[in-house]
Structures are given as structure tokens and as C-alpha cells.
């Protein structure tokens, strides 16, 4: 997985004239920029449902997402969070 994520970054990298961006090459790699340690993201990575049971996104959004579809409560992200610190 941290082999692949770093695909991912180098690629991003790439400058080509017939896109119109790149990740600038003074950033940090992903996880580096996410403060995710890379033990965190494996266990998200694998155990993803095992740790979220429902939408997931920063609070605001779950609490507008939540809102909009008529629930009253929505489930508890602690343990996501946690996973992300």
C-alpha cells in the first residue's frame, strides 16, 4: 500500500503540457502532507468498514449529509478519527 501511494505522488508530480496541474514538487509526499502516520492508513486501508459504518467526511459534511437525507443523529466517528490522527 505505501509502495502504491507513493506511485500515486510520483505521478502526480509529472508535469504535462497537456494537463493542467501537478503536485508542485516542494510538497511532502501524501502522507506527510495528511499527517497520517503510514500504520493508520494501512488499517484504513484494509479494515475500512470494519471501522466506518456509514458516509464518510469531516464533520461538517456528515452533519449536513445526515441532515439532508432526515436523519437525526448521526453514527459516531471516533474511532475514524482516531485512525487519522
Known sequence: MEDYLELVDLTGRIVRQD???SIDLSFAPIL???NIPSENWM???IEFE??????VGTELILSN???KVG???RPK?????QLLA
Open 77 to 81: 466517528i471516533s474511532k475514524t478519527k
Open 50 to 55: 470494519k471501522h466506518t459504518h456509514a458516509a
Open 43 to 45: 488499517t484504513i486501508a
Open 71 to 73: 436523519n437525526k443523529r
Open 19 to 21: 494537463k493542467r496541474g
Open 32 to 34: 506527510q502532507r495528511l
Open 65 to 67: 449529509y445526515y441532515q
